[in-house]
């Protein structure tokens, strides 16, 4: 075992977090590495003083300068606070309505984009046909009967189906 | 006859009533633990009371909405944790000013703390000076780093709490944790001269609190 690996176990072995394999290959190990040891002996050392740390305030004092800040309404939140403090759950749940709307609102942005493509290209095809009727109409001296209007819109709409594989 | 104290989830359920005395039990409760991990997050006393006051505020505005999923202490700490955030975020400062240690070299180990027990008027003047040594190296530590081992070694918070307080895996808080100890060992390698043998797995406080 390495001193890394084994000073990281130490200071997992410390919290009572180390399984029993683990504590018998440690404890081989410290026992014959004067820096692991150390290490072990510090860092117990550390624990004991860090909890002498621990501070206190005079209850009294304390409720007298919250109390008022309450009923003034010191703490009052935000709609954003109030989000940032809610229960984990009910943020993910917000977030995953967010994520819903933003894919609906890139859906509906691309049907519409696709329906007035769509409206475009027949509003083409129509246009194509009336100009060609009439140039045709007018090539021929006089007003087409309906077979050939009929035939003259099937090439329009020909015409717009090769664009759009083209495309 | 001495009342039992009511369990967090009762005091909640009473404070949903209305019941005052039953929001200052819980101040009282917690505010020794938040005022020792607040005052760790930022620079001044005054500012770490400012913040442990808002704290107790914004739980009691959000009590009525609170939800017993997450036990009321790690939400107590999630609560100051984001307030110290947004201090920092406004002041736009650095914890602290790195204070240097005095007299490093002429200070007595953990070990001669120990020893000199008896000797109480010595060593509590002893155990206060090494307190005040370890209370700048903890200031000095980055602030994921501080955070971790101020709610685990100093607060006593399980690794699982301080997952959930800080918003990571449990892997993280393992990993921090030894990171910063490593780094106050070495801050403070003048007081701990770790020469004593010591038995792995048994007397697993190796020195008395």
């Given at each position: 075992?390495?001193?890394?690996?084994?000073?990281?176990?130490?200071?997992?072995?410390?919290?009572?977090?180390?399984?029993?394999?683990?504590?018998?290959?440690?404890?081989?190990?410290?026992?014959?590495?004067?820096?692991?040891?150390?290490?072990?002996?510090?860092?117990?050392?550390?624990?004991?003083?860090?909890?002498?740390?621990?501070?206190?305030?005079?209850?009294?004092?304390?409720?007298?300068?919250?109390?008022?800040?309450?009923?003034?309404?010191?703490?009052?939140?935000?709609?954003?606070?109030?989000?940032?403090?809610?229960?984990?759950?009910?943020?993910?749940?917000?977030?995953?309505?967010?994520?819903?709307?933003?894919?609906?609102?890139?859906?509906?942005?691309?049907?519409?984009?696709?329906?007035?493509?769509?409206?475009?290209?027949?509003?083409?095809?129509?246009?194509?046909?009336?100009?060609?009727?009439?140039?045709?109409?007018?090539?021929?001296?006089?007003?087409?009967?309906?077979?050939?209007?009929?035939?003259?819109?099937?090439?329009?709409?020909?015409?717009?189906?090769?664009?759009?594989?083209?495309? | 006859?001495?009342r039992v104290a009511d369990s967090d989830a009762a005091l909640i359920s009473r404070c949903r009533d209305n019941d005052r005395d039953a929001f200052n039990e819980i101040v009282c409760r917690y505010?020794?633990?938040?005022?020792?991990?607040?005052?760790?997050?930022?620079?001044?006393?005054?500012?770490?009371?400012?913040?442990?006051?808002?704290?107790?505020?914004?739980?009691?505005?959000?009590?009525?909405?609170?939800?017993?999923?997450?036990?009321?202490?790690?939400?107590?700490?999630?609560?100051?944790?984001?307030?110290?955030?947004?201090?920092?975020?406004?002041?736009?400062?650095?914890?602290?000013?790195?204070?240097?240690?005095?007299?490093?070299?002429?200070?007595?180990?953990?070990?001669?703390?120990?020893?000199?027990?008896?000797?109480?008027?010595?060593?509590?003047?002893?155990?206060?000076?090494?307190?005040?040594?370890?209370?700048?190296?903890?200031?000095?530590?980055?602030?994921?780093?501080?955070?971790?081992?101020?709610?685990?070694?100093?607060?006593?918070?399980?690794?699982?709490?301080?997952?959930?307080?800080?918003?990571?895996?449990?892997?993280?808080?393992?990993?921090?944790?030894?990171?910063?100890?490593?780094?106050?060992?070495?801050?403070?390698?003048?007081?701990?001269?770790?020469?004593?043998?010591?038995?792995?797995?048994?007397?697993?406080?190796?020195?008395?609190?």
């Amino acid at each position: 075992m390495k001193c890394t690996t084994a000073q990281q176990l130490i200071s997992l072995e410390m919290d009572d977090r180390l399984s029993a394999r683990d504590l018998v290959k440690l404890r081989e190990h410290v026992q014959g590495c004067a820096a692991c040891s150390a290490f072990a002996y510090d860092l117990r050392g550390l624990a004991a003083a860090s909890s002498e740390l621990r501070e206190t305030l005079d209850a009294d004092n304390f409720l007298l300068s919250v109390n008022p800040r309450i009923e003034t309404g010191a703490g009052r939140q935000s709609l954003l606070e109030r989000l940032r403090y809610a229960p984990r759950s009910l943020r993910m749940a917000g977030l995953a309505i967010g994520a819903a709307c933003c894919v609906a609102l890139i859906i509906g942005v691309r049907v519409q984009g696709i329906r007035r493509d769509r409206i475009e290209r027949a509003t083409v095809a129509e246009t194509l046909r009336t100009v060609a009727s009439q140039d045709i109409a007018l090539s021929f001296g006089g007003p087409l009967d309906d077979l050939a209007v009929a035939n003259l819109a099937a090439l329009g709409a020909e015409t717009v189906r090769q664009d759009d594989r083209s495309e | 006859m001495e009342r039992v104290a009511d369990s967090d989830a009762a005091l909640i359920s009473r404070c949903r009533d209305n019941d005052r005395d039953a929001f200052n039990e819980i101040v009282c409760r917690y505010m020794d633990r938040v005022i020792t991990y607040v005052r760790r997050m930022v620079n001044s006393r005054e500012d770490a009371e400012d913040i442990a006051q808002e704290t107790f505020v914004r739980i009691y505005a959000g009590l009525r909405s609170f939800q017993s999923r997450s036990s009321l202490n790690t939400w107590v700490y999630r609560i100051a944790t984001n307030l110290c955030i947004d201090y920092r975020r406004k002041n736009n400062r650095p914890d602290r000013q790195p204070v240097p240690l005095a007299g490093r070299g002429a200070q007595p180990g953990i070990e001669q703390v120990r020893a000199d027990a008896s000797a109480e008027p010595e060593a509590r003047a002893l155990r206060s000076e090494l307190a005040q040594a370890l209370d700048r190296a903890i200031a000095d530590l980055p602030e994921r780093l501080r955070t971790v081992v101020v709610l685990h070694d100093v607060n006593g918070l399980a690794y699982e709490e301080i997952a959930a307080i800080v918003g990571c895996p449990l892997g993280t808080v393992k990993s921090r944790l030894f990171h910063a100890r490593a780094a106050l060992r070495a801050a403070l390698a003048p007081y701990l001269r770790g020469e004593e043998p010591i038995r792995l797995g048994n007397d697993r406080r190796g020195v008395e609190q």
